[in-house]
């Protein structure tokens, strides 16, 4: 489906010079002289490159639909991460780093949305809140004002948040998968 380049929004997928690339951030400009267009900074979603671009309004780009299936979340094996499908309870292995940073939080049994184009895998979606457990929390330092003081604390999968001072070892606690960030005390 042909969009105009004014009308592409962020999370939009987008084939482009033969590959295809998300929209991550747009930004509409209307300079005082010449014509409106929209600068949109685009991520590669089979290499992970980043790109640039401008695109004019009367500029066509094809926007592309993926198709999604629910998977679970097996085992890893090495660098690679193996998913059934809950329909057919068919296996797909896939490389660990289409995931990037989300990886960390993957759960054995989680349930995970695969983004398909043409049958090919391209990319995974986690939850985008997990729940983890506090391993190890800074002590607070003395003297701190209780307004927006953090403190660095490891979670049980290997990644430092930073949580609020009240925050110990051995707190569950729920974390937004995508920026890693504390949200609240898990109940």
Do not use: C
Not at 138 to 150: E, F, I, L, R
């Amino acid at each position: 489906m042909k969009i105009s380049g004014v009308d592409i929004r962020p999370g939009n997928i987008l084939e482009f010079e033969g590959g295809l690339w998300r929209a991550v951030k747009i930004q509409h400009t209307q300079p005082g002289k010449g014509g409106a267009y929209m600068q949109v900074e685009m991520k590669n979603l089979i290499d992970g490159r980043k790109t640039n671009n401008r695109f004019r309004s009367d500029e066509k780009v094809e926007k592309v639909r993926l198709d999604t299936k629910d998977f679970t979340y097996l085992y890893t094996d090495g660098d690679m991460l193996v998913f059934m499908d809950k329909d057919s309870y068919e296996q797909i292995t896939l490389p660990r780093e289409l995931l990037g940073d989300a990886a960390a939080f993957l759960q054995d049994g989680m349930d995970v949305v695969l983004e398909l184009h043409e049958e090919r895998p391209i990319s995974v979606q986690l939850p985008d809140q997990v729940e983890a457990t506090i391993v190890e929390a800074d002590a607070v330092v003395k003297g701190q004002t209780a307004s927006s003081s953090y403190k660095p604390a490891l979670l049980d999968n290997g990644v430092r948040i930073m949580v609020p001072p009240h925050i110990g070892a051995g707190t569950r606690v729920v974390v937004d998968v995508y920026s890693q960030e504390y949200v609240k005390r898990a109940d």
